[in-house]
C-alpha cells in the first residue's frame, strides 16, 4: 500500500468520493440478497428443505448480514469523525474494508448459487454451480487490472497517475 502524505486535501476528497461511490453499489447488491434470503425463510416449503440446505441458508444469511456491517463500516467512522472532512488514514483504510468486502460478496454470491441450485436441481447441480461460480469469483480477482504503460527513455508514463487510487502500489 502506497502512502498518500502528499496528497492534497481535493485528492483525498475526490478518492473518498469514489470509495463511497463504490460502497453504494455494492451495498445496494448486498441488499437485493439479502432481501432475497430473508423472504426465503418465510416461504411454506422452507420447512421442507433438508438439513444441508438450511445450513447452507444460515451461512448465506451470516455472510448477507456481514458484508452489510462491513460496508457501513466505513461510512459510520467517517461520521464519528469531528471533522466530516476525509483525512488520508480513512481513505486508504476504507479502501482495505472495501477490498474485503467485494471478497465477502463474491462468497456470497457463490453461495446463493450453490443455494439455488440444490434447491431446485439437488446437490449435484450444487456442486457444479458452485464450482463454476467459484471459477468465475476466482477469474473477476484475477483478472490484471494493469494501466498501459508506455516507456520513454526518461520515465515510466502511466495512464492512470493523475488518478491513481491511494491503495496500488507505486512503481
Not at 39 to 60: D, G, K, M
Not at 146 to 169: G, I
Amino acid at each position: 500500500m502506497t502512502t498518500i502524505a502528499g496528497a492534497s486535501q481535493a485528492d483525498v476528497s475526490r478518492r473518498w468520493e469514489r470509495v463511497l461511490q463504490e460502497l453504494r453499489v455494492t451495498q445496494t447488491g448486498t441488499q437485493i440478497i439479502s432481501g432475497f434470503l430473508l423472504s426465503v425463510a418465510f416461504q411454506p416449503t422452507f420447512t421442507t428443505l433438508p438439513w444441508h440446505a438450511r445450513i447452507i441458508y444460515l451461512v448465506l444469511v451470516v455472510l448477507a448480514c456481514g458484508a452489510t456491517l462491513l460496508g457501513l463500516l466505513p461510512v459510520v467512522q467517517h461520521r464519528k469523525r469531528p471533522s466530516r472532512d476525509p483525512d488520508r488514514r480513512l481513505v486508504a483504510t476504507s479502501t482495505r474494508i472495501l477490498v474485503a468486502l467485494l471478497l465477502l460478496v463474491t462468497l456470497l454470491a457463490v453461495g446463493v448459487a450453490v443455494f439455488v441450485f440444490d434447491v431446485v436441481l439437488g446437490p449435484a447441480a450444487a456442486l457444479i454451480a458452485g464450482l463454476v461460480a467459484l471459477a468465475g469469483g476466482v477469474v473477476i480477482w484475477a483478472v490484471p487490472t494493469h494501466p498501459r504503460v508506455r516507456r520513454t527513455p526518461h520515465r515510466r508514463h502511466r495512464a492512470d497517475d493523475v488518478a491513481a487510487p491511494l491503495s496500488r502500489p507505486s512503481r
